[in-house]
Protein backbone atom coordinates (compact mmCIF):
# COMPACT_ATOMS: atom_id res chain seq x y z
CA UNK A 1 0.00 0.00 0.00
CA UNK A 2 1.48 3.36 -0.80
CA UNK A 3 2.11 5.40 2.20
CA UNK A 4 1.12 9.38 2.78
CA UNK A 5 5.15 10.09 2.18
CA UNK A 6 4.94 8.62 -1.42
CA UNK A 7 1.80 9.79 -2.43
CA UNK A 8 2.92 13.53 -1.49
CA UNK A 9 6.16 12.37 -3.70
CA UNK A 10 4.05 11.02 -6.17
CA UNK A 11 2.19 14.56 -6.28
CA UNK A 12 5.03 16.81 -6.39
CA UNK A 13 7.43 14.68 -9.02
CA UNK A 14 3.99 14.56 -11.21
CA UNK A 15 2.87 18.06 -10.95
CA UNK A 16 6.72 18.56 -11.86
CA UNK A 17 7.26 16.73 -14.75
CA UNK A 18 4.27 15.58 -16.30
CA UNK A 19 3.07 19.24 -17.76
CA UNK A 20 5.30 20.96 -20.16
CA UNK A 21 6.57 23.85 -17.87
CA UNK A 22 6.72 22.22 -14.12
CA UNK A 23 8.62 21.44 -11.58
CA UNK A 24 9.41 21.65 -7.50
CA UNK A 25 11.44 25.06 -7.24
CA UNK A 26 11.46 28.70 -8.42
CA UNK A 27 11.30 31.00 -11.17
CA UNK A 28 11.20 34.76 -11.41
CA UNK A 29 9.82 36.70 -14.29
CA UNK A 30 8.22 36.15 -17.71
CA UNK A 31 11.47 35.79 -19.28
CA UNK A 32 12.49 33.12 -17.10
CA UNK A 33 9.02 31.80 -17.44
CA UNK A 34 9.46 31.48 -21.18
CA UNK A 35 13.49 30.31 -21.02
CA UNK A 36 11.93 27.61 -19.10
CA UNK A 37 9.05 26.29 -21.78
CA UNK A 38 11.46 26.96 -24.29
CA UNK A 39 14.20 24.46 -22.49
CA UNK A 40 11.80 21.88 -21.85
CA UNK A 41 10.12 21.83 -25.09
CA UNK A 42 13.76 21.73 -26.79
CA UNK A 43 14.39 18.92 -24.18
CA UNK A 44 11.31 16.35 -25.13
CA UNK A 45 12.13 16.45 -28.58
CA UNK A 46 15.69 15.44 -28.09
CA UNK A 47 14.52 12.46 -26.52
CA UNK A 48 13.24 9.70 -29.02
CA UNK A 49 10.50 7.74 -27.74
CA UNK A 50 10.04 4.22 -29.63
CA UNK A 51 7.81 1.46 -28.86
CA UNK A 52 9.63 -2.02 -27.69
CA UNK A 53 7.19 -3.23 -30.08
CA UNK A 54 4.72 -3.10 -32.43
CA UNK A 55 1.38 -1.59 -32.44
CA UNK A 56 -1.33 -3.28 -30.40
CA UNK A 57 -3.78 -4.81 -32.42
CA UNK A 58 -6.74 -2.26 -30.45
CA UNK A 59 -5.09 0.58 -31.62
CA UNK A 60 -2.86 0.40 -35.00
CA UNK A 61 -2.68 4.25 -35.16
CA UNK A 62 -1.48 4.45 -31.65
CA UNK A 63 1.72 7.56 -32.24
CA UNK A 64 5.02 6.32 -30.65
CA UNK A 65 5.08 8.42 -27.41
CA UNK A 66 1.25 7.05 -26.86
CA UNK A 67 2.36 3.38 -26.92
CA UNK A 68 5.98 4.04 -24.76
CA UNK A 69 3.59 4.82 -21.80
CA UNK A 70 1.36 2.27 -22.03
CA UNK A 71 4.04 -0.54 -23.00
CA UNK A 72 5.45 1.36 -19.84
CA UNK A 73 1.91 1.55 -17.04
CA UNK A 74 1.86 -2.92 -18.79
CA UNK A 75 5.33 -3.43 -16.84
CA UNK A 76 4.32 -1.60 -14.00
CA UNK A 77 2.55 -4.84 -12.78
CA UNK A 78 -1.11 -3.94 -12.38
CA UNK A 79 -4.04 -6.25 -12.50
CA UNK A 80 -7.02 -5.58 -14.58
CA UNK A 81 -9.11 -3.05 -12.68
CA UNK A 82 -12.33 -4.94 -13.37
CA UNK A 83 -11.01 -7.93 -11.34
CA UNK A 84 -10.93 -5.77 -8.41
CA UNK A 85 -12.94 -4.45 -5.41
CA UNK A 86 -12.32 -0.90 -5.39
CA UNK A 87 -10.16 -0.56 -2.43
CA UNK A 88 -7.57 -3.18 -4.79
CA UNK A 89 -7.80 -0.62 -7.84
CA UNK A 90 -7.06 2.12 -6.15
CA UNK A 91 -3.75 0.90 -5.16
CA UNK A 92 -3.03 -0.24 -8.50
CA UNK A 93 -0.36 1.69 -11.14
CA UNK A 94 -1.67 5.00 -13.42
CA UNK A 95 -0.39 6.14 -16.01
CA UNK A 96 0.48 8.48 -14.57
CA UNK A 97 3.31 6.30 -12.65
CA UNK A 98 4.01 5.08 -16.03
CA UNK A 99 4.66 8.63 -17.59
CA UNK A 100 7.26 9.40 -14.39
CA UNK A 101 8.98 6.18 -14.93
CA UNK A 102 9.12 7.13 -18.59
CA UNK A 103 11.21 10.16 -17.35
CA UNK A 104 12.91 8.81 -15.59
CA UNK A 105 14.03 6.35 -17.87
CA UNK A 106 15.33 9.15 -19.94
CA UNK A 107 16.66 11.23 -17.86
CA UNK A 108 14.09 14.08 -18.50
CA UNK A 109 14.96 17.29 -16.13
CA UNK A 110 12.21 19.28 -14.54
CA UNK A 111 12.12 23.02 -14.98
CA UNK A 112 11.40 25.17 -12.46
CA UNK A 113 7.38 25.27 -11.12
CA UNK A 114 5.68 29.06 -11.75
CA UNK A 115 2.53 27.58 -9.46
CA UNK A 116 2.31 27.39 -5.72
CA UNK A 117 0.06 24.85 -4.22
CA UNK A 118 -2.38 24.96 -0.72
CA UNK A 119 -4.74 22.49 0.13
CA UNK A 120 -7.97 23.47 2.19
CA UNK A 121 -11.12 21.76 3.50
CA UNK A 122 -14.01 23.31 2.50
CA UNK A 123 -17.53 23.05 3.72
CA UNK A 124 -20.38 20.95 1.33
CA UNK A 125 -23.84 19.34 2.49
CA UNK A 126 -23.05 16.69 4.92
CA UNK A 127 -19.60 17.71 5.32
CA UNK A 128 -16.55 18.85 4.29
CA UNK A 129 -14.33 17.98 0.89
CA UNK A 130 -10.47 18.87 0.12
CA UNK A 131 -9.71 21.05 -2.60
CA UNK A 132 -5.47 21.82 -3.96
CA UNK A 133 -5.62 25.63 -4.64
CA UNK A 134 -2.98 26.28 -7.97
CA UNK A 135 -2.21 30.26 -7.51
CA UNK A 136 0.43 31.64 -10.11
CA UNK A 137 3.67 32.74 -8.44
CA UNK A 138 3.86 35.54 -11.46
CA UNK A 139 1.35 38.74 -12.08
CA UNK A 140 -1.13 40.62 -9.97
CA UNK A 141 -4.09 39.52 -7.91
CA UNK A 142 -7.23 39.13 -8.63
CA UNK A 143 -6.55 36.07 -10.74
CA UNK A 144 -9.04 34.29 -13.26
CA UNK A 145 -10.37 30.70 -11.83
CA UNK A 146 -10.62 27.56 -13.26
CA UNK A 147 -12.78 24.81 -10.72
CA UNK A 148 -11.04 21.42 -12.30
CA UNK A 149 -12.75 17.75 -11.56
CA UNK A 150 -10.51 14.87 -11.56
CA UNK A 151 -11.18 11.65 -13.52
CA UNK A 152 -11.42 7.88 -12.30
CA UNK A 153 -14.70 6.70 -13.35
CA UNK A 154 -16.35 8.31 -9.68
CA UNK A 155 -14.62 5.35 -8.16
CA UNK A 156 -10.39 5.60 -8.34
CA UNK A 157 -7.96 8.17 -8.86
CA UNK A 158 -7.30 11.72 -6.81
CA UNK A 159 -5.90 15.11 -6.53
CA UNK A 160 -2.02 13.57 -6.84
CA UNK A 161 -2.74 11.15 -9.85
CA UNK A 162 -4.54 14.44 -11.49
CA UNK A 163 -1.58 16.82 -10.61
CA UNK A 164 -0.61 17.54 -13.60
CA UNK A 165 -3.86 19.39 -15.55
CA UNK A 166 -4.56 21.82 -13.24
CA UNK A 167 -0.73 22.78 -12.90
CA UNK A 168 -0.57 23.15 -16.01
CA UNK A 169 -3.82 25.37 -16.57
CA UNK A 170 -2.61 27.22 -13.80
CA UNK A 171 0.58 28.28 -15.65
CA UNK A 172 -0.84 28.35 -18.68
CA UNK A 173 -3.61 30.64 -18.44
CA UNK A 174 -2.29 32.56 -15.27
CA UNK A 175 -5.70 31.65 -13.61
CA UNK A 176 -5.82 30.34 -9.65
CA UNK A 177 -6.88 26.44 -9.81
CA UNK A 178 -9.43 24.96 -7.91
CA UNK A 179 -8.39 20.93 -7.75
CA UNK A 180 -12.05 19.25 -6.20
CA UNK A 181 -11.78 16.09 -4.81
CA UNK A 182 -15.08 14.50 -3.95
CA UNK A 183 -17.04 11.10 -2.77
CA UNK A 184 -16.16 8.44 -4.67
CA UNK A 185 -18.25 5.02 -5.67
CA UNK A 186 -18.93 2.41 -4.21
CA UNK A 187 -18.88 4.21 -0.18
CA UNK A 188 -20.83 7.18 -1.81
CA UNK A 189 -23.45 6.09 -4.50
CA UNK A 190 -24.51 8.60 -7.83
CA UNK A 191 -25.16 11.27 -7.03
CA UNK A 192 -23.03 12.26 -4.34
CA UNK A 193 -20.27 12.93 -6.43
CA UNK A 194 -22.41 15.24 -8.75
CA UNK A 195 -23.89 17.24 -5.51
CA UNK A 196 -20.29 17.76 -3.79
CA UNK A 197 -19.12 19.19 -7.10
CA UNK A 198 -21.54 21.76 -7.48
CA UNK A 199 -21.21 22.71 -3.62
CA UNK A 200 -17.60 23.27 -4.16
CA UNK A 201 -17.88 25.39 -7.13
CA UNK A 202 -20.60 27.52 -5.18
CA UNK A 203 -17.93 28.05 -2.80
CA UNK A 204 -15.56 29.03 -5.02
CA UNK A 205 -18.19 31.87 -6.10
CA UNK A 206 -18.77 32.67 -2.95
CA UNK A 207 -15.01 32.93 -1.60
CA UNK A 208 -13.06 34.13 -4.64
CA UNK A 209 -11.58 37.22 -2.48
CA UNK A 210 -10.01 34.67 -0.15
CA UNK A 211 -8.00 32.61 -3.03
CA UNK A 212 -6.91 35.93 -4.70
CA UNK A 213 -9.62 34.92 -7.63
CA UNK A 214 -11.71 37.41 -9.75
CA UNK A 215 -15.38 36.34 -9.16
CA UNK A 216 -16.34 37.43 -12.32
CA UNK A 217 -14.13 35.18 -14.33
CA UNK A 218 -15.01 31.51 -13.31
CA UNK A 219 -14.87 28.49 -15.62
CA UNK A 220 -14.82 24.57 -15.07
CA UNK A 221 -12.80 22.07 -17.02
CA UNK A 222 -12.62 18.26 -15.97
CA UNK A 223 -11.26 15.25 -17.18
CA UNK A 224 -13.62 12.13 -18.27
CA UNK A 225 -15.69 11.64 -15.16
CA UNK A 226 -14.81 15.05 -14.04
CA UNK A 227 -16.18 16.10 -17.67
CA UNK A 228 -19.19 15.10 -16.78
CA UNK A 229 -19.58 17.02 -13.54
CA UNK A 230 -18.17 20.17 -14.97
CA UNK A 231 -21.35 19.97 -17.62
CA UNK A 232 -23.46 19.33 -14.59
CA UNK A 233 -21.67 22.00 -12.61
CA UNK A 234 -23.01 24.21 -15.67
CA UNK A 235 -26.45 23.09 -15.66
CA UNK A 236 -26.61 23.53 -12.07
CA UNK A 237 -25.88 26.43 -11.67
CA UNK A 238 -28.02 27.85 -14.36
CA UNK A 239 -31.00 25.84 -13.22
CA UNK A 240 -30.29 27.25 -9.43
CA UNK A 241 -29.94 30.57 -11.06
CA UNK A 242 -26.24 31.12 -9.25
CA UNK A 243 -23.11 32.78 -11.28
CA UNK A 244 -22.83 30.70 -14.81
CA UNK A 245 -19.35 29.92 -15.50
CA UNK A 246 -17.93 31.70 -18.49
CA UNK A 247 -16.72 28.65 -20.30
CA UNK A 248 -16.06 25.18 -20.11
CA UNK A 249 -13.64 22.33 -20.97
CA UNK A 250 -14.69 19.13 -21.11
CA UNK A 251 -11.90 16.70 -22.03
CA UNK A 252 -13.33 13.21 -23.00
CA UNK A 253 -16.33 13.33 -20.92
CA UNK A 254 -18.61 10.89 -20.07
CA UNK A 255 -21.81 11.96 -21.70
CA UNK A 256 -23.50 8.54 -22.65
CA UNK A 257 -24.24 5.38 -21.50
CA UNK A 258 -24.52 3.83 -24.92
CA UNK A 259 -21.69 0.71 -24.70
CA UNK A 260 -22.38 -0.34 -27.87
CA UNK A 261 -21.54 2.92 -29.58
CA UNK A 262 -19.27 2.84 -32.05
CA UNK A 263 -16.13 3.48 -30.39
CA UNK A 264 -17.35 1.17 -27.70
CA UNK A 265 -16.57 -1.37 -30.37
CA UNK A 266 -14.19 -0.06 -31.98
CA UNK A 267 -11.85 0.34 -28.87
CA UNK A 268 -13.52 -2.23 -26.42
CA UNK A 269 -10.10 -3.64 -25.41
CA UNK A 270 -8.45 -0.47 -25.52
CA UNK A 271 -5.49 0.50 -22.39
CA UNK A 272 -5.66 2.20 -20.23
CA UNK A 273 -9.69 2.65 -20.46
CA UNK A 274 -11.56 -0.28 -21.85
CA UNK A 275 -15.05 -1.17 -21.79
CA UNK A 276 -14.85 -3.33 -19.06
CA UNK A 277 -13.98 -1.09 -17.27
CA UNK A 278 -16.63 1.19 -18.24
CA UNK A 279 -18.75 -1.78 -16.78
CA UNK A 280 -17.01 -1.91 -13.59
CA UNK A 281 -17.42 1.75 -13.03
CA UNK A 282 -20.93 1.66 -13.69
CA UNK A 283 -21.59 -1.66 -11.08
CA UNK A 284 -20.10 0.37 -8.58
CA UNK A 285 -20.83 4.16 -9.13
CA UNK A 286 -24.81 3.24 -9.29
CA UNK A 287 -27.73 1.43 -7.34
CA UNK A 288 -28.90 0.10 -10.46
CA UNK A 289 -27.30 0.28 -13.81
CA UNK A 290 -30.51 1.95 -14.89
CA UNK A 291 -29.44 4.93 -13.70
CA UNK A 292 -26.55 4.84 -16.29
CA UNK A 293 -29.16 6.47 -18.15
CA UNK A 294 -30.18 9.63 -16.11
CA UNK A 295 -29.13 12.72 -17.79
CA UNK A 296 -26.56 14.03 -14.99
CA UNK A 297 -24.77 10.75 -16.82
CA UNK A 298 -25.93 10.39 -20.12
CA UNK A 299 -25.72 14.15 -20.78
CA UNK A 300 -26.96 13.66 -24.71
CA UNK A 301 -30.37 13.64 -23.36
CA UNK A 302 -30.21 16.58 -20.80
CA UNK A 303 -31.64 19.97 -21.65
CA UNK A 304 -28.54 21.70 -22.80
CA UNK A 305 -29.63 25.38 -23.47
CA UNK A 306 -28.49 27.92 -21.60
CA UNK A 307 -24.93 26.05 -20.99
CA UNK A 308 -21.70 28.03 -21.61
CA UNK A 309 -19.31 28.44 -24.14
CA UNK A 310 -17.33 24.80 -24.60
CA UNK A 311 -14.60 23.00 -26.20
CA UNK A 312 -14.06 19.29 -26.50
CA UNK A 313 -11.00 17.49 -26.45
CA UNK A 314 -11.30 13.82 -27.62
CA UNK A 315 -9.23 11.40 -27.86
CA UNK A 316 -9.18 8.80 -30.94
CA UNK A 317 -8.35 5.81 -29.15
CA UNK A 318 -11.23 5.75 -26.81
CA UNK A 319 -14.51 4.03 -26.31
CA UNK A 320 -15.78 7.46 -24.64
CA UNK A 321 -14.60 9.12 -28.23
CA UNK A 322 -18.05 8.79 -29.65
CA UNK A 323 -19.98 10.22 -27.14
CA UNK A 324 -18.02 13.14 -26.77
CA UNK A 325 -18.54 13.78 -30.14
CA UNK A 326 -22.36 13.33 -30.00
CA UNK A 327 -22.17 15.55 -27.13
CA UNK A 328 -20.54 17.94 -29.33
CA UNK A 329 -23.25 18.07 -31.85
CA UNK A 330 -25.90 18.25 -29.27
CA UNK A 331 -24.62 21.22 -27.38
CA UNK A 332 -24.56 23.19 -31.14
CA UNK A 333 -28.11 21.92 -31.70
CA UNK A 334 -29.01 23.65 -28.11
CA UNK A 335 -27.60 26.93 -29.25
CA UNK A 336 -24.32 26.64 -27.08
CA UNK A 337 -21.62 27.84 -28.76
CA UNK A 338 -18.86 24.85 -28.94
CA UNK A 339 -15.87 23.52 -30.14
CA UNK A 340 -14.28 20.13 -30.86
CA UNK A 341 -11.03 18.81 -31.14
CA UNK A 342 -10.33 15.02 -31.80
CA UNK A 343 -6.50 14.20 -31.34
CA UNK A 344 -5.34 11.20 -33.26
CA UNK A 345 -3.47 8.36 -32.08
CA UNK A 346 -3.47 9.15 -28.39
CA UNK A 347 -5.88 7.31 -25.92
CA UNK A 348 -7.86 8.15 -22.67
CA UNK A 349 -5.93 10.27 -20.05
CA UNK A 350 -3.43 11.40 -22.44
CA UNK A 351 -4.22 15.22 -21.66
CA UNK A 352 -2.08 15.44 -18.75
CA UNK A 353 0.84 13.76 -20.31
CA UNK A 354 2.12 17.10 -22.38
CA UNK A 355 6.58 16.27 -21.20
CA UNK A 356 6.11 12.76 -23.53
CA UNK A 357 2.91 12.92 -25.59
CA UNK A 358 3.25 16.19 -27.73
CA UNK A 359 -0.74 15.61 -28.89
CA UNK A 360 -1.21 16.85 -25.09
CA UNK A 361 0.77 19.59 -25.06
CA UNK A 362 -1.12 20.49 -28.01
CA UNK A 363 -4.34 20.18 -26.22
CA UNK A 364 -3.62 21.70 -22.95
CA UNK A 365 -2.44 25.23 -25.40
CA UNK A 366 -6.01 24.90 -27.02
CA UNK A 367 -7.59 24.66 -23.70
CA UNK A 368 -5.24 27.52 -22.26
CA UNK A 369 -6.09 29.56 -25.64
CA UNK A 370 -9.86 29.46 -25.05
CA UNK A 371 -9.51 30.12 -21.20
CA UNK A 372 -7.56 33.24 -21.72
CA UNK A 373 -9.88 34.17 -24.32
CA UNK A 374 -13.06 33.66 -22.52
CA UNK A 375 -11.57 35.62 -19.83
CA UNK A 376 -10.67 38.26 -21.91
CA UNK A 377 -6.69 37.96 -21.19
Known amino acids: MKTNFSRLMQYCVAAAVITASVSCGNNTGDSAEKEQKDSISKENKQ ?3 KPA ?5 WGPSIKPEMQ ?3 ETLGKLGGKPIETLDAKEARQQPTPTDAVLTVMKNNDMTMPPALCDTTGQDIPITGGTTHVRIYTPKEGTAPFPVIVYYHGGGWVIADLDVYSASPQALCEQVGAVVVSVEYPHAPENKFPAAH ?3 FDAYKWVTQNTASIKGDSSKIALVGESAGGN ?3 NVSIMARDKKIRMPLYQVLVYPVANNDMSSESYVKYADAKPLNKAMMGWFVKNTFTSPSQAADPRISLVKANLAG ?5 IIGAEIDPLMTEGKLLSDKLKAADVETDYELYNGVTHEF ?3 AAVVPQAKEAQALAAKKLKSAFGK
Open 47 to 49: VDL
Open 53 to 57: GAAPA
Open 68 to 70: VVI
Open 195 to 197: NAA
Open 229 to 231: MAA
Open 307 to 311: LPKTL
Open 351 to 353: FGM
